[in-house]
């Protein structure tokens, strides 16, 4: 015959049980799923953006962006690089537009400081609502480089070589797109694929 006490314990464990299985879901509701193993969000990298807020760039899932790396005192290609996200943005519907993010990641963040990057936003006339330009600690330049799939190389007099790409992430941060076709007029394949993840 089962005593009382061990019929009460019994009775807690199963409420205890039960009130797990109701709050756990509530616990996680507001928290992101898992990311994927190919996310390039797996990599831990801390971003310090225009308005000098330090905070890891997997911050940025939960939309499509359009990513690429650039420095703010390159005069040749870099500039290219921010009308190719322009022209990605001009390509799309105004609701379309708002659903996508552009991120500018410097490679020389020992100068690009958050006035250098706030400079440059201003000065290139990008929507600081939709555009991100941040920078990495030195130290994870090659990391997100690698990542991406940019090859970069610094020069003597301070500048540069480095690939123009822009690199389409999904909301999840796999890299589902990417064009080296950089300028004012968009890749109309990389527009599509924009599109698609929309």
């Not at 009382?4 to 879901?25: G, N, S, Y």
């Not at 994927?36 to 797996?42: E, T």
């Not at 552009?102 to 963040?109: K, N, R």
């Not at 030195?138 to 997100?144: A, E, Q």
Request: include cysteine; aromatic fraction near 6%; charge should be positive.
């Amino acid at each position: 015959m089962t005593s009382m006490k061990t019929f009460t314990a019994r009775a807690a464990i199963a409420l205890a049980a039960a009130t797990l299985a109701f709050i756990a879901p509530l616990a996680t509701a507001g928290k992101p799923a898992p990311l994927p193993g190919d996310s390039v969000y797996k990599l831990a990298l801390p971003l310090t953006d225009a308005q000098g807020r330090t905070q890891d760039w997997s911050t940025l899932q939960g939309k499509p962006r359009v990513v690429a790396m650039f420095y703010t005192s390159c005069q040749y290609m870099c500039p290219l690089i921010v009308e190719s996200g322009k022209a990605v943005e001009r390509a799309l519907p105004p609701a379309e537009r708002a659903k996508v993010g552009v991120v500018l990641i410097s490679l020389d963040p020992k100068h690009d400081t958050p006035a250098q990057l706030k400079a440059m936003a201003k000065q290139r006339h990008v929507d600081p609502t939709q555009w991100t330009l941040a920078a990495p600690a030195p130290d994870d330049v090659r990391k997100v480089a690698g990542v991406l799939g940019v090859r970069y190389r610094e020069l003597a007099d301070g500048n540069f070589n480095h690939t123009s790409a822009l690199v389409l992430l999904d909301a999840k941060g796999r890299i589902v797109a990417r064009t080296e076709q950089v300028g004012a007029k968009p890749d109309p394949e990389f527009v599509k694929a924009v599109r698609a993840q929309l």
